[in-house]
Structure formats: C-alpha cells, structure tokens
T-cell receptor
Framework: QKEVEQNSGPLSVPEGAIASLNCTYS??????FFWYRQYSGKSPELIMF????GDKEDGRFTAQLNKASQYVSLLIRDSQPSDSATYLC??????????????FGTGTRLQVTL | KAGVTQTPRYLIKTRGQQVTLSCSPI?????VSWYQQTPGQGLQFLFE???????NKGNFPGRFSGRQFSNSRSEMNVSTLELGDSALYLC????????????????FGEGSRLTVL
C-alpha cells in the first residue's frame, strides 16, 4: 500500500464548477497535510495545509481532513481554466524533535474545461 | 523576497560521471530538503538539512549525498551516475527555527533537470 494515494485522473470539470480532489494516507501517525499545485514544467507551489480535523478555507480553496478515515481532500470552488494543473497531496510525519519528512502522492491532474 | 534558487537548471551527464547540484534557500530559511521527481515515481524524498546537519534521509543509495553550509545553502552530489538517475531534482526550503520542528511548509525552487546518457 502506498503511503499517500491519489487518483491520477485526469479529473475534468467545467468552468465555474467545484473540483473535488481526494487523497488517502496509510500512517495514522501523520500529523499535517499539504496540498501543492504543479503546472506542467514548473515546480510545486504550496496551496494550503491543514492539521486539525474539519475544514479550512482559503479563498476558493477548502481543505478537509478526516483523521479517523485517513482522508484529506481539496475543494476548488468556481474552477477556472488557470486551475488546470496537477495537484499533489503531501503528508508530514515527525519522527523526533528534529526530524520530519513530507511524503507526496503522485498527484491528480485537473482539467477545467470551457 | 527572492525564492529558492537552484543551479544549474539543466545538465547532461554520461553514466559513471558525478554531478553536484546547488540550492540557495529563501532568506531566513534554515531548513533545506531535496526531492527527486520522475514521471513514474513522483516526488521522492532524498534528505533534509537543518543547521548544517542531516536530519532525515530517504531510501536512496549511498551514491546520493548532500551537505549544508553555515549560510544555509545546500549542495547535493550524485556519484557514479546511472541512467535511472535522470530526473528533476527539487530543493525546498522551510521557515524552521532552532527549538522548533516548524510547520513543515516547503517552498520549492525551479529544480535542476538532470539527463544521464
């Protein structure tokens, strides 16, 4: 079982719709969860992170975390063609007071159609 | 504020050679992590450095090594290159401070794309 799993997509949504991106993780000790966006040929850029159960909103983006189900999602409201990219879910484990690691899923490709 | 700077951006090497990649973190960021990105495997963690010490290491062979300098700049080295080492190598910095593990946010550079022939 992969540590962080995402559907590779592509996920196709019409402009103006809500895009829902999902991610599951295997390690219950995971402590914080990140969403990154990566445009083709570019490096990942941080969208937002969440560490408590529930929802966290930032503009058109909402991250949702359910630790009991080991599930984290990202909702994009009013999807725009410029949102077309690969979305990477990342999970952070803290091993000691000085060491941590972010493990990434392989990403979901989102296509927003006109 | 300048972002994470990686050099060189592109390089071509042949099998058996070695390569050194450089990373300058965002000013004030003292933690640097390295990742390898390939189409099949996605982003794979190589190592994390903080205060010139390697804090964590991924599952890569000993041919992959790194270091961090007192100004937080970091280098990674790959010796005896293999065809499978062809990848985008990404450096990321994090606003971690002494006495704190930090929030874990990573800010990536544009990467160094290595092609091994």
């Amino acid at each position: 079982q992969k540590e962080v799993e995402q559907n590779s997509g592509p996920l196709s949504v019409p402009e103006g719709a809500i895009a829902s991106l999902n991610c599951t993780y295997s390690d219950r000790g995971s402590q914080s969860f990140f969403w990154y966006r990566q445009y083709s040929g570019k490096s990942p850029e941080l969208i937002m992170f969440i560490y408590s159960n529930g929802d966290k909103e930032d503009g058109r983006f909402t991250a949702q975390l359910n630790k009991a189900s080991q599930y984290v999602s990202l909702l994009i409201r009013d999807s725009q063609p410029s949102d077309s990219a690969t979305y990477l879910c990342a999970v952070r484990m803290i091993y000691t007071g000085t060491a941590s690691k972010l493990t990434f899923g392989t990403g979901t490709r989102l296509q927003v159609t006109l | 504020k300048a972002g994470v700077t990686q050099t060189p951006r592109y390089l071509i090497k042949t099998r058996g050679q070695q390569v050194t990649l450089s990373c300058s973190p965002i000013s004030g960021h003292r933690s640097v992590s390295w990742y390898q990105q390939t189409p099949g495997q996605g982003l794979q963690f190589l190592f994390e450095y903080f205060s010139e010490t390697q804090r964590n290491k991924g599952n890569f062979p000993g041919r992959f090594s790194g270091r961090q300098f007192s100004n937080s700049r970091s280098e990674m080295n790959v010796s005896t290159l293999e065809l499978g080492d062809s990848a985008l190598y990404l450096c990321a910095s994090s606003p971690r401070t002494s006495g704190s593990i930090g929030t874990g946010e990573l800010f990536f550079g544009e990467g160094s794309r290595l092609t091994v022939l």
